[in-house]
C-alpha cells in the first residue's frame, strides 16, 4: 500500500488485473521496508501541503540510490490506484490518443521498430506500468544487493517521466470522473508528493513538466 494508511482513499476500484501493484521489494527487502516506514513517519509529522516538500528529503545516512528505489517504487503504487479509479472511463473510444489536453500528444517508443507510435491512452499507460514493473524487478537496475549500476539514475529519470504523462492525461482529461467522487483532493496530494520528490532530486526536464506547469505554479 502506498503512503497514505487505512483504505484507499480512491475506493474499491481497482486497476486492470494485468497490472499489480509492487510488494515483492518491501516485503523482501528490509533496507526498502525501513525506509518506506522512513517516508510514512516523515509524512504524518509535517501534514500536508508544502511541509510535504521536506518529507521526500534525503535523509542523513540513507544511501540516495536506495532512497530514489523506495520512493519510484510507492510513486508507481500510487499512480496505479489512482489509475484505477479513472480507468474505466479511459478507454479506446473516450481517448483514441495519449494526450495532455490538444497540444501534448504522447508517442510510445517501439524499440524494436526504433520508431514512436500513436497508441490510445489506456493502451500506452498499460504498457506504461509493463515496462515500469518490468524496470523495477530488473535486479540490474533496481538492486537488491546496494550494488547501484550506472543504469540506475537514468532509467529512474525515464521511468518518473513517463509515469508525469498519467498525472498530464489524467488532470486533462479525466478531471471530471475525480471530481465527481471527491478524489480530487486526494489526486493532489498524490501529486505534490510526487511532484516534491522529483523536483527535490532533478529527475524530470522542464521541458516535460510544461503540461502541468499551472498546476505546480499553485503548489511550489
Ligand atoms: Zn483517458
Known sequence: ????????????????????????RHKYDSVQAHLKNMLKGELLRVGDDANMREA???KEGVVL??????????????????YGFICEDCTKETCPIMNAGNKYHYLWPNEKEGKAESLSA?????????WVASQIDDES????????SKAFIPTV???????????????YEHLDAIRSNNARQHLDKCFRLFYYFVDTFKLISEKELVPLQPLIDQLS
Do not use: C
Open 56 to 58: 521526500v528529503q534525503l
Open 1 to 24: 500500500m502506498p503512503f497514505w494508511d487505512g483504505p484507499n482513499p480512491f475506493g474499491k476500484k481497482k486497476p486492470p488485473v494485468t497490472l499489480k501493484l509492487n510488494k515483492r
Open 157 to 171: 529519470k525515464k521511468i518518473v517521466s513517463r509515469m508525469f504523462r498519467v498525472y498530464a492525461h489524467i488532470y
Open 65 to 82: 540510490e536506495e532512497w530514489l528505489s523506495m520512493n519510484v517504487i510507492e510513486a508507481h503504487n500510487t499512480l496505479l490506484l489512482i
Open 122 to 130: 489506456p493502451v500506452y499507460i498499460e504498457k506504461l506500468f509493463g
Open 141 to 148: 537496475v533496481f538492486a537488491t544487493n546496494g550494488v547501484y
